[in-house]
């Protein structure tokens, strides 16, 4: 895996485009679960014949589970939801 920011940068421009208002947390939040659907989508091979298992943390990071997995199965992908 190539890391593209640190845990540190991306805090820091998540903290920086919110408080400038480029962007709302809710909006980082909803775009960081899409995308992720999508970038599993258009890596996994044949994901449509995968069953995925989310598993959602708290935090932050829980609620981008928690929108990736909507948008799985929303896209066609057997996915569940473990909190």
Not at 9 to 33: C, F, P, Q, V
Not at 49 to 74: C, E, Q, T, W
């Amino acid at each position: 895996m190539k890391i593209i920011l640190s845990k540190k940068e991306a805090l820091y421009l998540d903290s920086e485009s919110n408080s400038k208002g480029y962007i709302s947390n809710s909006n980082l939040m909803r775009n960081a679960g899409r995308l992720s659907a999508e970038y599993f989508i258009d890596t996994i091979e044949d994901p449509f014949n995968k069953k995925v298992l989310v598993i959602a943390g708290n935090g932050n990071n829980g609620g981008d589970a928690l929108i990736m997995h909507y948008y799985l199965n929303l896209y066609g992908v057997d996915s569940l939801i473990y909190f």
